[in-house]
């Protein structure tokens, strides 16, 4: 499955990013390098495993303590994020500023 992972850039920041499919069958645009992480139904980060699932979790101090290997959705990451929120939200309705 990682390999068939293809690295582009972010159109917002030009960080590397790959997209996942998601079990869901949404396209999920993440940070490309991958990350341990410790699965924590309350945790900071919203991590997209190489199957496609969807977690929430924390990176570890302690790589060993780590339960998996994902990478992070680049949303929660990018600094054109903002942009790219409201983009899609006038797709949907007209927003009055
Ligand atoms: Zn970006």
Do not use: W
């Amino acid at each position: 499955m990682i390999g068939t992972l293809r690295v582009t850039k972010c159109r917002g920041c030009g960080a590397d990013i790959v997209f996942i499919k998601s079990v869901a069958g949404k396209t999920i645009p993440c940070n490309a390098e991958s990350i341990s992480y410790v699965q924590k139904a309350d945790g900071d980060l919203k991590i997209v495993t190489p199957n496609g699932e969807v977690i929430s979790g924390n990176i570890p101090e302690d790589p060993q303590k780590a339960t998996g290997i994902g990478y992070i959705s680049h949303f929660a990451t990018c600094p054109a994020a903002d942009s790219f929120r409201k983009a899609r939200k006038s797709d949907r309705k007209k927003v009055r500023e």
